[in-house]
């Protein structure tokens, strides 16, 4: 109702106390979307529980897709976003167009060298699918510059491996993300990005995956990371 959002007979409601007829009819108007993709959402609320700030920074997006993740940077005041997929055509036309934004398409991650790139980024952002995050994260590692930070997306069903993925592609066992969620670890520690902070994602992935966000830092001091209170919060969004 505060958003503007709930019309009583075709007409908006102002107020929350106010008094419908039984046979009124009452819509929930859909709200804005914030991002042209929901995977901006997942990185938003990484940015904010990991403390980040995108604001005059340097950026690369890998997997950027339509843009999700681009959008949110942009929108947090990154000065450029590098934005990588090894697909075409896919990046929304309002990103493809603007001048902040590099795009790179028909671009396999893996074969990113940092001297190629028209800058070194200082925060690294990923979310790719059909491919493991740790495949991809040595090539990431060589792209950024000293002290980067990165937020990666972790999916369990593309890290897992197929014994692991039951019906429609979704990863239901909490062990699993445990398991997945530490490789992913090993694998960004081995890049030199170490590993700071994990978090459940607030948003499922399209099938219903529970997906995570892991942030990482290059050159930064070795740290405990607690999986078990993301595998909980992750617990809870599966509900």
């Known amino acids: 109702v505060r958003a503007g959002l709930v019309r009583v007979d075709g007409a908006k409601a102002s107020k929350v106390a106010t008094l419908v007829a039984d046979d009124a009819p009452v819509a929930l108007e859909a709200a804005p979307r914030r991002f042209v993709s929901r995977g901006g959402e997942k990185l938003a609320a990484g940015l904010a529980r990991f403390e980040l700030d995108p604001a005059g920074l340097d950026c690369l997006d890998a997997g950027a897709s339509t843009g999700g993740f681009t959008d949110c940077l ?7 976003v590098i934005a990588v997929d090894v697909g075409y055509g896919q990046l ?23 001297d190629a790139l028209p800058m070194r980024p ?62 992913v670890i090993d694998a960004s520690r081995h890049a030199g990005l170490e590993p700071r902070s994990v978090m459940a994602s607030p948003l499922r992935g399209p099938a219903g995956n529970v997906e995570f966000l892991l ?25």
């Open 74 to 80: 942009l929108q947090a005041g990154a000065r450029h």
């Open 92 to 114: 929304a036309w309002s990103l493809r167009h603007d001048e902040r934004v590099t795009v790179l398409e028909r671009t396999n991650v893996r074969d990113l060298r940092g």
């Open 122 to 183: 200082a925060l690294l952002v990923a979310d790719l699918s059909f491919v493991s995050l740790r495949s991809v994260l040595p090539a990431l590692s060589r792209t950024v510059a000293d002290e980067a930070d990165g937020v990666f997306l972790v999916k369990p069903q593309f890290e897992a491996g197929p014994e692991h993925v039951g019906s429609g592609g979704v990863v239901r066992d909490p062990a699993t993300w445990t398991r997945v969620i530490e490789a």
């Open 215 to 239: 942030w990482s830092r290059r050159g930064a001091r070795p740290t405990t990371i607690d999986v078990a209170e993301a595998i909980a919060e992750g617990s809870e969004v599966a509900r």
